[in-house]
């Protein structure tokens, strides 16, 4: 069987083989507006020396402070392009929240492992385990007593029986008036 010679002049993958998907490489490929890369070509020259700083702004028809802040703008592009990247894959939200629960969930059984661990210890040397404190509101904040909630009904049968004790045989009205009781004649 015949092996098939790596073409010298082919582009080369990462690992050195020649990569069959690869095109064209280099400034052809970059993508972007053509506005931004007759910019990026303008900042390039005036950096490298083949233009002025006067001769780069006047090339863009904009003033030296604009160009300057262009160039800034440019310069800090590459920086953070060229930043190291991590490797692997990202971490996806949904992959942190379920490693969060999974997390959560771990701590809590083990809480509840500590807690019988120390009441099995308390139990062993006749210990009585000690009195939750009361909760409380928000810390500082003073509430008031609550007064015990009766029904309205509870309030209505005692009105009613301390009234039968008393009773009398006047009308739920009260006593008859007559308009001479009360000054009308």
């Given at each position: 069987?015949?092996?098939?010679?790596?073409?010298?002049?082919a582009p080369r993958a990462?690992?050195?083989?020649?990569?069959?998907?690869?095109?064209?490489?280099?400034?052809?490929?970059?993508?972007?507006?053509?506005?931004?890369?007759?910019?990026?070509?303008?900042?390039?020259?005036?950096?490298?020396?083949?233009?002025?700083?006067?001769?780069?702004?006047?090339a863009l028809g904009i003033?030296?402070?604009?160009?300057?802040?262009?160039?800034?703008?440019?310069?800090?592009?590459?920086?953070?392009?060229?930043?190291?990247?991590?490797?692997?894959?990202?971490?996806?939200?949904?992959?942190?929240?379920?490693?969060?629960?999974?997390?959560?969930?771990?701590?809590?059984?083990?809480?509840?492992?500590?807690?019988?661990?120390?009441?099995?210890?308390?139990?062993?040397?006749?210990?009585?385990?000690?009195?939750?404190?009361?909760?409380?509101?928000?810390?500082?904040?003073?509430?008031?007593?609550?007064?015990?909630?009766?029904?309205?009904?509870?309030?209505?049968?005692?009105?009613?029986?301390?009234?039968?004790?008393?009773?009398?045989?006047?009308?739920?009205?009260?006593?008859?008036?007559?308009?001479?009781?009360?000054?009308?004649?």
């Open positions: 069987m015949r092996t098939k010679k790596p073409d010298p002049e990462r690992g050195g083989e020649p990569s069959a998907k690869r095109g064209a490489v280099g400034a052809a490929t970059l993508a972007g507006s053509r506005e931004s890369k007759r910019i990026a070509a303008v900042v390039l020259e005036v950096l490298s020396g083949l233009r002025s700083t006067g001769d780069g702004a006047a003033g030296p402070s604009r160009y300057y802040q262009l160039e800034l703008r440019a310069l800090q592009g590459m920086i953070e392009a060229l930043e190291p990247r991590s490797r692997g894959p990202k971490q996806r939200p949904e992959t942190a929240i379920a490693t969060l629960e999974r997390d959560r969930e771990r701590l809590l059984r083990e809480l509840q492992r500590s807690q019988a661990l120390v009441r099995l210890a308390q139990r062993s040397i006749g210990l009585t385990p000690p009195v939750p404190p009361k909760q409380r509101g928000r810390p500082g904040k003073r509430r008031r007593p609550m007064t015990p909630m009766t029904p309205r009904s509870v309030h209505v049968v005692r009105a009613l029986q301390e009234g039968a004790e008393g009773a009398t045989t006047e009308p739920v009205g009260g006593p008859e008036t007559t308009g001479a009781d009360r000054g009308v004649a």
